[in-house]
């Protein structure tokens, strides 16, 4: 009996200003303006995609003390940007990284469960932590938490967060006009939590929304952050681009869910992905080689080559030959908040490779950032970036991709209009939109209320059609008001 196909999920990452993007291409536009935030995330939608994704950057990252423009400068607010865009998208789902060491989980979990009522219950998390002093030095306890305990809070973080969300039930809003009744019980919103991390207690001022709780992302590679995935997040965001590493990925996360008492489709699998579409295949290996120099030009090769050496390399010729002198292995690092410090663990030992690899070669400085440096993962024509999707998705490497194009906002467009079709006439990819949550674009169960009182409608049980009348109430509700 043949295996049933596996449905790809598609989702669009809108990176900004970075060392993806070609931000001097004729085409590009801007990665602040509203405009562009519109037209990428209304090209997600029109494609069938189930989210949008947004990055977040807490500070901008330095190069010997200054800021350059090879990399994020501007990074929006993320929940203004969301809410934004659940005015202007009916089906989408909203994805925004929001750091848990350096906010607080009932601020976070109002903004997000408003999110969720706004857009009609399209609000995903992606959980991720800071480990480093340098972007503490922004915040009020910049630097106070330790490494090793940035996952300990991140977890205490998320179960606070979600006691807030299950802190309303969902019927508690009676609004009787005759009796004059507002609530059904004066102690909707009550929690009381205390920890290691946090000690607080109140009433939480916003009701029970679409999906109860966003859909929860988590980011991180480690082991620590694999163990968070699986006890806690619906899906996990990675960066494993061969079929080897991600069906390794795959079958490690998969197999620690057991454990927690969770099922394999419990948490999706969504690696990031770049891609260079052509006309034919030869074609595309042309323009993934012209995109790779303009990502790579020869100031981005000098500070890329800053990141290992750790001393100030400006006065090298890009096209020439790497430095004869070792790297500084020094504590003050040139390169701040950048986490590719953190990749080269020794970087006396990646000169030496690095070294011999540009002796063999005959690669300049720019020739070993390109050839060392990220690839596209699909390069081909329309047909052949199908197949190879489709492949990977069916060889359980992933659950689907997370699309990361190199021009900003259009470069979804084509992706879009050529390789989506392909893959829906496969019949591994939606032509409509299963439900009106991102919950239902995924495939997840609505997560359960903390309390289950007699009488009430537990929110794990309510019907698909329960639940679409009631997220058709908060599409209407937010048409009524765009058309005021």
Do not use: C
Request: proline share 5%; no cysteine; net charge negative.
């Amino acid at each position: 009996m043949s295996k049933p196909l596996k449905q790809i999920h598609l989702a669009a990452h809108f990176p900004g200003v970075n060392n993806t993007t070609v931000w001097s291409d004729p085409r590009a536009g801007s990665h602040i303006e509203f405009s562009s935030f519109v037209h990428f995330a209304q090209t997600a939608e029109r494609a069938k995609f189930d989210f949008l994704f947004l990055a977040e950057g807490l500070r901008l990252r330095e190069q010997g003390g200054k800021i350059y423009d090879l990399d994020v400068v501007g990074r929006p607010d993320t929940f203004t940007v969301l809410a934004a865009l659940a005015a202007v998208t009916e089906h989408l789902g909203l994805t925004g990284t929001i750091n848990s060491t350096f906010n607080e989980p009932y601020e976070v979990a109002r903004q997000f469960a408003s999110l969720d009522h706004l857009s009609g219950g399209r609000s995903a998390w992606n959980v991720v932590t800071s480990w480093d002093a340098f972007t503490g030095e922004n915040f009020r306890r910049g630097g106070f938490l330790p490494q090793e305990e940035r996952y300990s809070r991140a977890r205490e973080f998320l179960a606070t967060a979600n006691e807030l969300f299950d802190s309303w039930q969902g019927d508690e809003i009676l609004a009787d006009q005759e009796t004059g009744t507002f609530l059904r019980d004066a102690k909707a919103g009550a929690f009381v939590h205390t920890g290691q991390h946090f000690d607080i207690h109140g009433q939480f001022n916003v009701p029970r929304s679409p999906q109860g709780r966003p859909v929860i992302f988590q980011a991180g590679d480690s082991e620590e952050g694999r163990e968070f995935a699986a006890s806690e997040a619906d899906a996990i965001f990675s960066r494993h681009a061969t079929l080897e590493a991600g069906q390794a990925f795959y079958t490690d996360v998969k197999k620690r869910l057991a454990k927690y008492g969770r099922r394999p489709d419990q948490l999706l699998i969504l690696p990031a992905a770049t891609f260079a579409l052509a006309d034919t295949d030869v074609e595309a290996e042309e323009l993934a080689k012209l995109v790779r120099r303009q990502q790579v030009s020869g100031a981005t090769a000098l500070k890329h080559l800053e990141f290992v050496w750790n001393r100030d390399l400006s006065s090298y010729d890009p096209d020439g030959p790497l430095p004869d002198v070792d790297p500084d292995v020094g504590d003050d690092h040139i390169s701040k908040g950048r986490a590719q410090v953190r990749m080269y663990r020794d970087p006396l030992a990646t000169a030496r490779e690095w070294r011999e690899l540009a002796a063999a070669n005959n690669w300049s400085i720019r020739d070993l950032v390109i050839e060392t440096g990220n690839r596209q993962n699909f390069i081909g024509s329309a047909e052949t970036i199908a197949r190879t999707i489709n492949e990977f998705v069916q060889a359980d490497a992933s659950d689907g991709f997370i699309l990361v194009p190199h021009i900003t906002p259009a470069g979804l467009d084509e992706f879009a209009d050529k390789v989506v079709p392909l893959l829906q006439e496969q019949g591994v990819f939606r032509t409509e939109y299963e439900g009106p949550t991102l919950r239902d674009h995924l495939g997840l169960a609505l997560p359960p209320s903390r309390l289950r009182p007699s009488g009430r409608t537990p929110v794990d049980d309510v019907t698909p059609d329960q639940r679409a009348a009631l997220s058709e109430h908060h599409l209407l509700s937010r048409r009524g008001q765009r058309d005021v």
